[in-house]
């Protein structure tokens, strides 16, 4: 007998949370966004309800993305490519952020798996077609929680770091709450950006107008 | 005799200090610390002072962030960059070799004004050339 698959385990819906990021770029340039983010994996739209620099919310759907005034009349619309079912919060909720969601990925595949230090690593590397394009990209799992990423390119030097250190256990679910990520430019520069998430709530079942934003057609 | 002990010496050390692949993934949590101490400085500040908008600081506190060189148009990963093209091809493309239809393709598709008037432009360079070519064969074969 097949049984469906949420049946063997918890099925997350929706995740709301406090972030801040911070993030220096090549040139020196300094940026600070605070505010709420609200994810709804039925409704497939990605809320950001923005307070700092300015009051704005972004609502990320489908494959278009809506900018708000505090007033809620649209600043900006514009196309974005269709990442929301690989997003940071899909890949939380999917129970998926410690592979980082490359098992769903067709273009890699595992070619590597070692034990360094405590840490479980897993090499994907790209198919051929991508291997002009794309390096490896290396996962670090301690515990079965992702601790690490290393993304390399075709010449195989790397171009992104990024660390999950801190996690907190929510409904269930493991969740990083602090990402630190350095990007390395061909240049020798670098860029660096904070990622922090507080106040996690795992299928809250109030603001659903939050969750569900209502869209103009 | 010597030569050869020492030589396995310096490779045993050698390969002792060999960096391995979870040393790949170490981030220097201090260099990135002080990297963004003004960006944590302004954090505290707007947690101490709720709403507080960008805007507003500037208005009532503008020492505090005169000497950031600061990035106010927000990205979120989100940068022209990573903009659509239809079928990735180029807005400009669309126009320049679908004429009308392509400009209509991208408007339809992007629904973005920037994008539409790179196709526009594309459009009217091939309305151009197509203009320019066709003057030539009739003064070609008029001569």
Redesign the interface.
């Known amino acids: 007998m097949v049984l469906p698959k949420s049946l063997f385990g918890q099925y997350y819906f929706r995740v709301k949370a406090d972030f801040s990021i911070k993030e220096k770029n090549a040139e020196g340039q300094q940026q600070l966004v605070l505010g709420k983010v609200y994810f709804d994996k039925n409704t497939d739209k990605l809320i950001y309800d923005i307070a700092f620099p300015e009051r704005e919310t972004w609502v990320i759907h489908d494959t278009m993305l809506y900018k708000f005034g505090p007033d809620k009349n649209v600043l900006e619309k514009k196309a974005v490519p269709n990442f929301s079912s690989h997003s940071f919060f899909s890949l939380l909720l999917a129970n998926k952020l410690k592979t980082f969601g490359l098992e769903d990925q067709n273009n890699y595949s595992i070619s590597d798996v070692e034990t360094d230090q405590n840490l479980v690593i897993t090499t994907w590397s790209p198919g051929a077609q991508l291997k002009k394009v794309f390096g490896d990209v290396l996962v670090a799992q301690r515990n079965k929680q992702l601790t690490g990423l290393v993304i390399k390119n075709a010449e195989g030097r790397v171009v992104s770091k990024q660390n999950f250190d801190v996690y907190e256990i929510v409904s269930g679910l493991h969740c990083p709450t602090e990402l630190t990520q350095v990007n390395f430019i061909s240049d020798g520069t670098k860029t660096y950006k904070v990622t922090n998430f507080e106040n996690i709530v795992i299928d809250d079942l109030e603001e659903d107008a939050m969750y569900d934003y209502l869209l103009p057609r | 005799m010597k030569q050869l002990f020492l030589f396995i010496c310096l490779s045993l050390l050698s390969f002792g200090t060999m960096a391995?692949?979870?040393d790949?993934?170490?981030?220097d949590?201090e260099?990135?610390s002080a990297?963004?101490a003004?960006?944590?400085e302004?954090?505290q500040y707007?947690m101490q002072h709720e709403?507080?908008?960008?805007?507003e600081i500037r208005a009532n506190d503008p020492m505090l962030v005169a000497d950031?060189?600061?990035?106010?148009n927000?990205?979120?990963g989100?940068s022209a960059n990573?903009?659509?093209e239809p079928l990735g091809i180029p807005a400009f493309v669309w126009g320049f070799c679908f004429n009308v239809g392509g400009l209509a393709v991208v408007y339809f598709?992007?629904?973005?004004d920037e994008e539409t008037k790179k196709a526009l432009y594309g459009c009217v360079t091939s309305a151009l050339l197509w203009g320019v070519t066709w003057v030539i064969t009739i003064v070609a074969g008029a001569s």
């Open positions: 391995s692949n979870a790949l993934f170490a981030i949590k260099e990135v990297q963004l003004e960006m944590n302004l954090e707007v709403g507080a908008t960008i805007s950031m060189n600061l990035n106010e927000i990205q979120l989100l990573s903009y659509m598709v992007t629904e973005d």
